[in-house]
């Protein structure tokens, strides 16, 4: 659990970055329209909660660094007995302080008429620019109603700058609270990856194993995938992101899955591709091998100190001489690497950043050059290959073969830690749980 004096460091750590003169303000996640009127379940932006912990639609959140009748300030709905009766709970405004350690708090409603008043006087406006067309257009209608008062004497803000690179750098390196829940968040999510495994036999369809891996999330209070289920078998795998999950699941056929839950604002991302029935066939077990291989090589290079590509660099380097070996390449593995020959079967990249969303924020270049991994970091690492079922260039038998191994991996001071090792992947491994 992320403690209110947790938030209360995020906020004051960050206000300590923008300074005095400066002012932030951060709006929450809108509600999206599913169908008609029925929404989406809602869930709160990830920098609106990592600073807040503020879980509702309607609000927009304020540091004024220095403020002295208060720094921190919440707009958001109002109570209101018969909206609460249909939709839900409200804090309102006293609630935003009362509950989330706001020091001051104004009903939405309101905020055109306070938030000028905010503004006024400060050189600097940090937002996310460029994000939320509506909200960077309301931005400009409160600073020109500052504008249109100058000869009061009023002074409106001059410079706008980019919230997001100051903020997503702090939610880049994880505390030890934010690794607790992630280390949960992958423990759900490789018992779930588990299940799956013990679960799968030929007949079933690839929705009946997102249900056995989701009913594991929903079982362990994780509230929702980090993202949509991919589960694929045969053919399927070899298509990176499909969610149509909906074929049968064939005898002889491997099955990719690639699902991670959300604990409390946490994501894990974990990728097992396993034969259907159990037993992976030579091919089947030649590529994975070969993942498998590349994957370790990744997991080894990504330690502090090492620049981010290197891991990405290892599974290439992994990747392409296997792949000669096994004469699905051919020449020398040099001049394929620099030619890029492997992106045929390799066209991703080996990982990303992870942590409240799945591909989570943190720059992955500074100053133009690729940054050194640091201890609190947590990244995913993901090597595949997919061998098209229409690639007339390989032999048959490798035709349609798709298997990617996916881990989380947090940078530790001493080297690294396996958030996901709970799920296993070595062939023996894999053969040995699905047939107990
Ligand atoms: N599940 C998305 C990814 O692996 O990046
Ligand atoms: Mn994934
Ligand atoms: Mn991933």
Same mark, same amino acid.
């Given at each position: 659990?992320?403690?209110? *004096? ?13 300074? *005095? ?7 929450? &996640? ?9 929404? $989406? ?17 309607? =609000? ?16 958001? +709905? ?19 302080? /009362? ?9 939405? &409603?309101?905020?055109?008429?306070? !938030?000028?008043? !905010? ?64 280390? +949960? ?28 891996? /989701? ?40 099955? !990719? ?83 890029? &020959? $492997? ?5 991703? +990249? ?44 390989? &032999? ?9 191994? /996916? ?6 001071? +001493? ?5 996901? =090792? ?13 047939? =107990?």
């Amino acid at each position: 659990m992320i403690t209110s *004096k947790e938030f209360a460091r995020r906020r004051k750590d960050l206000m300590a970055m923008i300074g *005095k003169n400066a002012i932030a303000i951060v709006p929450a &996640a809108a509600e999206q329209t599913r169908s008609r009127d029925t929404l $989406y379940p809602y869930r709160q932006s990830s920098d609106f909660h990592y600073l807040s912990g503020f879980p509702e639609p309607e =609000a927009v959140l304020v540091l004024i660094p220095g403020r002295a009748k208060g720094q921190f300030i919440v707009f958001c +709905r109002e109570r209101d007995r018969e909206r609460e009766t249909w939709d839900g709970y409200r804090a309102g405004p006293e609630g935003a302080c /009362e509950q989330y350690g706001a020091d001051d708090a104004f009903p939405i &409603a309101d905020i055109d008429d306070i !938030l000028p008043g !905010l503004l006024e006087g400060k050189s600097k406006v940090y937002s996310a620019l460029g994000k939320d067309k509506d909200f960077d257009q309301r931005l400009m209608e409160w600073v020109n109603s500052i504008r249109a008062k100058a000869r009061t004497g009023a002074v409106p803000p001059g410079e706008f700058v980019d919230l997001d690179h100051l903020l997503h750098e702090n939610r880049l390196f994880k505390k030890p609270a934010e690794l607790k829940l992630m280390r +949960r968040a992958a423990k759900i999510s490789a018992e779930a990856h588990c299940r799956a495994m013990r679960a799968s036999k030929p007949g079933l369809n690839e929705y009946q194993l997102q249900a056995e891996i /989701e009913h594991t999330f929903a079982m362990e209070g994780a509230s929702f995938p980090a993202y949509t289920s991919i589960v694929g078998g045969g053919d399927n795998a070899c298509i990176l992101h499909y969610v149509e999950n909906n074929q049968p699941l064939n005898d002889g056929d491997l099955v !990719l899955i690639d699902a991670g839950c959300e604990y409390q604002y946490y994501a894990a991302d974990i990728t097992r591709t396993f034969p259907v029935n159990g037993r992976f066939s030579p091919a089947q077990k030649a590529i994975y091998e070969l993942v498998l291989k590349a994957q370790l090589a990744g997991i080894e290079a990504a330690r502090a100190g090492n620049h981010w590509d290197a891991p990405h660099q290892a599974t290439v380097e992994v990747i392409t001489a296997g792949l000669v070996k096994l004469g699905l390449l051919k020449g020398s593995v040099k001049k394929l690497i620099a030619a890029g &020959a $492997y992106s045929e079967f390799y066209m991703h +990249r080996a990982g990303h950043w992870l942590g409240m969303d799945v591909h989570d924020v943190g720059d992955y270049k500074v100053d133009g050059e690729w940054r050194l991994l640091e201890a609190g970091m947590v990244m995913t690492i993901e090597p595949g290959i997919y061998i098209a079922p229409d690639c007339k260039k390989v &032999a048959k038998k490798w035709r349609g073969i798709g298997v990617r191994i /996916e881990d989380d991996v947090a940078i530790t001071r +001493r080297g690294t830690e396996v958030l996901t =090792a709970g799920v296993p992947k070595t062939v023996a491994e894999i053969e040995a749980l699905m047939a =107990a």
